[in-house]
């Protein structure tokens, strides 16, 4: 039977919190900037409403996650679109199997009527009318209004929240009264070399070394030039090499362009080879490892060649 919970006489059928193998392991600073958003020092204080931005696929909502678990709470998960509405967010409005309308929390709402957090996943993808429905949750005042169950339900003292944050063009502009609540804005970099390793092998435990150093040694390679590929695009690399070697029955090392080229494209491939024009690296100190490569540096063509 589905948990259930009462607000002004209503009736809200729970959503389930999410189970996931995550662990954060990249900055520790990055970490230790979630966790100081979401402490509360004093009765008087309340917690922050941080925002994480970073490319897609840099950890953003795994570091969320983790956070919250290492903290003892349960995790639950809105992803939000272009099309989330208000209702969305809050309570839907479902017709039983008895014929009567029955109210169904949103991960949101479940998660501050639990005390558990809410990560707001792509929250930028949401319109402003959607973000209008949560500016009272957001402030001193705690609380969001349904307007369908015409109930207000006030969060749990224990209730967090932060919002994922993507830097693409299908996203929209987040309206200022919203932005000047969600502070503070931590920005996810791109991990170091031993990192990303140590990722990908989380990720990908049967990779063999070899593989998990080139593809390290790539990715490396891309952040210093400001190419937008990340751990996740390395992790569906070796798993897509990984795959080719087992069917073809040859070294996984001999599938890697195969797999760069299958993730990132052509243009990926080309970037492989010192073929692509890369960007311009931005300014201010990189937070990738710049120096040489261990094993192999693709850079300097000295990686094996299989055929």
Same mark, same amino acid.
């Given at each position: 039977?589905?948990? @259930?919970?009462?607000?002004?006489?209503?009736?809200?059928?729970?959503?389930?919190?999410?189970?996931?193998? %995550?662990?954060?392991?990249?900055?520790?600073?990055?970490? /230790?900037?979630?966790?100081?958003?979401?402490?509360?020092?004093?009765? /008087? /204080?309340?917690?922050?409403?941080?925002?994480?931005?970073?490319?897609?696929?840099?950890? @953003?909502?795994?570091?969320?996650?983790?956070?919250?678990?290492?903290?003892?709470?349960?995790?639950?998960?809105?992803?939000?679109?272009?099309?989330?509405?208000?209702?969305?967010?809050?309570?839907?409005?479902?017709?039983?199997?008895?014929?009567?309308?029955?109210?169904? *929390?949103?991960?949101?709402?479940?998660?501050?009527?639990?005390?558990?957090?809410?990560?707001? &996943?792509?929250?930028?993808?949401?319109?402003?009318?959607?973000?209008?429905?949560?500016?009272?949750?957001?402030?001193?005042?705690?609380?969001?209004?349904?307007?369908?169950?015409?109930? @207000?339900?006030?969060?749990?003292?224990?209730?967090?929240?932060?919002?994922?944050?993507?830097?693409?063009?299908?996203?929209?502009?987040?309206?200022?009264?919203?932005?000047?609540?969600? !502070?503070?804005?931590?920005?996810?970099?791109?991990?170091?070399?031993?990192?990303? @390793?140590?990722?990908?092998?989380?990720?990908?435990?049967?990779?063999?070394?070899?593989?998990? !150093?080139?593809?390290?040694?790539?990715?490396?390679? *891309?952040?210093?030039? /400001?190419?937008?590929?990340?751990?996740? &695009?390395?992790?569906?690399?070796?798993?897509?090499?990984?795959?080719?070697?087992?069917?073809?029955?040859?070294?996984?090392?001999?599938?890697?362009?195969?797999?760069?080229?299958?993730?990132?494209?052509?243009?990926?491939?080309?970037?492989?080879?010192?073929?692509?024009?890369?960007?311009?690296? %931005?300014?201010?100190?990189?937070?990738?490892?710049?120096?040489?490569? &261990?094993?192999?540096?693709?850079?300097?063509?000295?990686?094996?060649?299989?055929?």
């Amino acid at each position: 039977m589905p948990d @259930k919970a009462v607000v002004e006489n209503v009736e809200l059928i729970l959503s389930h919190p999410d189970e996931l193998q %995550a662990r954060w392991i990249g900055s520790p600073l990055i970490r /230790d900037q979630l966790v100081a958003a979401w402490l509360v020092i004093n009765p /008087d /204080d309340l917690p922050l409403n941080p925002r994480l931005i970073g490319k897609p696929g840099i950890g @953003k909502t795994t570091l969320a996650y983790a956070v919250a678990r290492e903290m003892g709470k349960d995790v639950y998960i809105f992803q939000c679109t272009m099309d989330t509405r208000p209702e969305d967010l809050i309570v839907t409005p479902v017709v039983a199997s008895n014929g009567r309308i029955a109210y169904h *929390a949103s991960p949101l709402t479940t998660a501050m009527i639990r005390g558990g957090v809410c990560i707001l &996943d792509e929250a930028n993808r949401m319109s402003e009318k959607a973000w209008a429905s949560l500016a009272p949750l957001l402030d001193y005042r705690r609380y969001v209004e349904s307007i369908i169950a015409g109930i @207000k339900i006030h969060a749990h003292p224990d209730f967090r929240v932060c919002c994922t944050m993507n830097e693409d063009a299908s996203t929209y502009e987040v309206p200022e009264y919203i932005q000047s609540r969600l !502070q503070p804005t931590i920005e996810v970099p791109f991990p170091d070399k031993n990192q990303e @390793k140590n990722i990908l092998k989380f990720n990908v435990p049967f990779a063999p070394e070899q593989l998990l !150093q080139l593809t390290v040694a790539f990715l490396q390679r *891309a952040h210093r030039a /400001d190419m937008p590929y990340t751990p996740r &695009d390395g992790i569906h690399i070796l798993r897509y090499a990984l795959k080719m070697s087992q069917l073809r029955e040859g070294p996984p090392e001999a599938y890697l362009e195969e797999g760069i080229e299958g993730v990132l494209g052509i243009e990926g491939l080309d970037f492989f080879h010192g073929r692509a024009s890369a960007p311009p690296p %931005a300014e201010g100190p990189n937070t990738s490892d710049a120096g040489p490569d &261990d094993d192999y540096d693709i850079e300097d063509g000295n990686h094996p060649r299989w055929t």
